[in-house]
T-cell receptor
Framework: DAGVIQSPRHEVTEMGQEVTLRCKPI?????LFWYRQTMMRGLELLIY????????DSGMPEDRFSAKMPNASFSTLKIQPSEPRDSAVYFC???????????FGQGTRLTVV | GENVEQHPSTLSVQEGDSAVIKCTYS??????FPWYKQELGKGPQLIID?????GEKKDQRIAVTLNKTAKHFSLHITETQPEDSAVYFC??????????FGTGTRLLVSP
């Protein structure tokens, strides 16, 4: 397996634009997590899904953020409208339900100017 | 909720020396304590973990110790090598779904 695949690797966008980040989890994993990493706040869990169903979205900072998982092999994190303070590295991770080892993707570095 | 503190934020050692990174946690219900290594431009990768029913775990040059009474756990790397240079994160919680991460330690191993 190629591991967790995220796209794009880098995204630069203007304030106010919509941004969509994509993630393909490892085949067979049924839990998927979206994290945000910044220097100030470290790694923060935004939302996680189990069997494509959002279980906990308490980490989503605002209504501008939304996440979907239409099927077991694809998830998106959308920011609309984007703001400069959203600039961060966004990671997707997947694991078996109840599993403790989660595998992270390489992240998407988002810059909002 | 859980709160995890990690020290030091940066650590510089000479190749061959040992490195120790320490974390404290606040929630006595936490029972899972993993350590992740993050190399530049990559996502975090699990390197070792420990559960609350174990006091110490070792894997080659890496070991983790846990003191449940004091609510702290540590990562020990012996015989450090330049390829150990990375950012290391501790975490605590009740499984991956409930992990809270520390703020990270940047380890630099000089040849």
């Amino acid at each position: 397996d190629a591991g967790v695949i995220q796209s794009p690797r880098h995204e630069v966008t203007e304030m106010g634009q919509e941004v969509t980040l994509r993630c393909k989890p490892i085949s067979g994993h049924n839990s998927l997590f979206w994290y945000r990493q910044t220097m100030m706040r470290g790694l923060e869990l935004l939302i996680y899904f189990n069997n494509n169903v959002p279980i906990d979205d308490s980490g989503m900072p605002e209504d501008r953020f939304s996440a979907k998982m239409p099927n077991a092999s694809f998830s998106t994190l959308k920011i609309q409208p984007s703001e400069p303070r959203d600039s961060a590295v966004y990671f997707c991770a997947s694991t078996d339900w109840g599993g403790t080892e989660a595998f992270f993707g390489q992240g998407t570095r988002l810059t909002v100017v | 909720g859980e709160n995890v503190e990690q020290h030091p934020s940066t650590l510089s050692v000479q190749e061959g020396d040992s490195a120790v990174i320490k974390c404290t946690y606040s929630d006595s219900a936490s029972n899972y304590f993993p350590w992740y290594k993050q190399e530049l431009g990559k996502g975090p990768q699990l390197i070792i973990d420990i559960r609350s029913n174990v006091g110490e775990k070792k894997d080659q040059r890496i070991a983790v110790t846990l003191n449940k009474t004091a609510k702290h756990f540590s990562l020990h790397i012996t015989e450090t090598q330049p390829e150990d240079s990375a950012v290391y994160f501790c975490a605590a919680g009740g499984g991956f779904q409930k992990l809270v991460f520390g703020t990270g330690t940047r380890l630099l191993v000089s040849p």
